[in-house]
């Protein structure tokens, strides 16, 4: 048996890479993956949750390029690398977009930016706050870079790639929580409903019917109701409504599985039930679970952005595609659509993405294929 799960295992893996979409979508979820992970390393503004915001650039198209002004804060950062990499760097240092400067004997003086032409403020620094400066012409060498934003700035003035970037965690970080908790809770109940049947499966079916009966984002919202506001509680909840398709697919593989030859001749053996179940019936059904779960983590994801979309998904300032989309969306009509279709075109990628390796999964795992 373990020779032909093989030889099937290779014919299914030879069948998926000849299929274009599929491998592609497999490259680009490994690419978002690697990116999601290492954020902090990718975001120009590699700050805590992309979080800096500089409201007299607000709403910049994208390529949108000023000069920026460090201030530093004098305190230094208690953080390791790790902490910096996978979380963001406690930034105490304070980041002012200028329009020009001038070089003054006893430190620089500044104008702030001002949109539509304005006169901005003026303001004289000492050299005493720029510890690294020996001399006022070191000044802008040191402190003063030209920043630019390549996907342009939200209405806080943050990087809007930053926060793409930082936010993909989420999208991701829910569909592997929420794809996990349906298939530890849909493989467990749908199996028991398919292998012993009789009162047990009726029960579990009952269950199952009316989970399903329930809308599920109206679901969704009433966990997250009853857990409250924040980001493992959306997880949870999205998790506690995914299940129910995936109980129910295993719960007719395994009622169909469980009248074979080799599980009778298990049984004649005298082996237990659970041993029967976990090592004879569930490897040998798991290829549409598979399938069913590519197609989850792409529903994972949208629910999550629906939910924050409603402002009870992901709470600020972590930052989310769909409270992207909230936060924007009415500037659809004021020239500035981009802030909205952003995020709106990285969902439908994403998504995309899952749904096509999941088809590919599909053809590759079919054995009349």
Sequence with gaps: MSNQATSLSKIALQKFKKNFWGVFSFCFLALCILVAVFAYLFAPDNSKNANQMHLSIHSKAPGFS????????????????????FFGNENTETALPI??????????????????GLQGQMKEFSITAFPKANTPENIPTIYIQEQKFLLGT????????SRMLVGMRISLSIGFVAVFISLV??????AIAGYYGGKIDTLIMWLINVTWSIPTLLLVIAITLALGKGFWQVFIAVGLTMWVEVARV????VMGVKQMQYVTAARALGFK?????????LPNIMAPVIVIS????????????????????AQPPMPSWGAMIKDHYS??????????????????????????????????????G
């Design 250 to 253: 295993v719960r007719g593989q």
């Design 273 to 281: 039930n659970y041993r029967i179940i976990t090592k004879h019936i």
């Design 66 to 85: 000023v000069m920026m002004l460090t201030l530093p804060s004098g305190i230094s950062s208690s953080q390791n690398m790790v902490e910096t990499v």
């Design 154 to 161: 939200d209405k806080y003035g943050r990087d809007l790639l």
């Design 99 to 116: 329009k020009n400067f001038t070089i003054t004997p006893y430190g620089i003086q500044i104008e702030e930016y001002m949109e539509d």
């Design 185 to 190: 809770i849909g493989i467990t109940l749908g």
């Design 331 to 368: 500037y659809i009509i004021l020239g500035k659509a981009y802030l909205a279709v952003i995020p709106g075109l990285a969902i439908m990628s994403l998504v995309m993405a899952f749904m096509l390796m999941g088809n590919a999964l599909r053809d590759a795992m079919d054995v009349k």
């Design 294 to 313: 590519a197609a989850n983590f792409a529903g994972a994801i949208l629910i999550e952005s629906g939910l924050s979309f409603l402002g009870i998904g």
